[in-house]
């Protein structure tokens, strides 16, 4: 049987039309996903790209699918978590925002063409605070 695995989120986001403009908001503090703000960047992954998931011991990251087509997946490493060793992947065709806990993988492949995201963590890559970040493969189980 599968779970799913605790403290993710994955939501749609709706688009804001004012004035001409269209806008995306990829994130609030009202919406309490991360505990403090470390770095914040826009990421466009190519489909042709080797994918792969990245642990994060101690760093909480929100992603935001701006544009493009993706499949985000998350596997679960902490202690102690009831779903320890599950994976799961989500695919997002429209905007939409993701928590990737720390102590899960996470990752994300483009398909068809290029897609373009938001990245916003509590600790930037190069913070000792931040704790180790892990590489493993994309289909680790």
């Known amino acids: 049987m599968m779970r799913e695995i605790p403290d993710l989120c994955i939501r749609e986001i709706e688009s804001v039309h004012e004035d001409g403009r269209r806008r995306w908001i990829g994130l609030r503090d009202t919406d309490h996903l991360l505990r403090r703000f470390g770095s914040a960047e826009v990421v466009r992954v190519d489909p042709q790209a080797a994918a792969a998931l990245r642990l994060r011991s ?20 902490r202690d102690g978590s009831p779903s320890r060793g599950q994976r799961h992947d989500h695919q997002a065709r429209t905007p939409t ?37 892990i590489t493993l493969p994309w289909d680790s189980t």
Not at 58 to 77: K, N, P, S, Y
Not at 104 to 121: D, H, K, T
């Open 58 to 77: 101690i760093a909480d990251e929100v992603w935001t699918l701006l544009e493009g087509e993706v499949i985000f997946r998350w596997l679960d490493q």
């Open 97 to 133: 925002q993701v928590l990737a806990p720390f102590g899960v993988g996470f990752g994300v492949r483009a398909l068809g063409g290029p897609a373009l995201l938001l990245r916003v963590c509590t600790h930037a890559d190069d913070d000792p605070e931040g704790g180790q970040a």
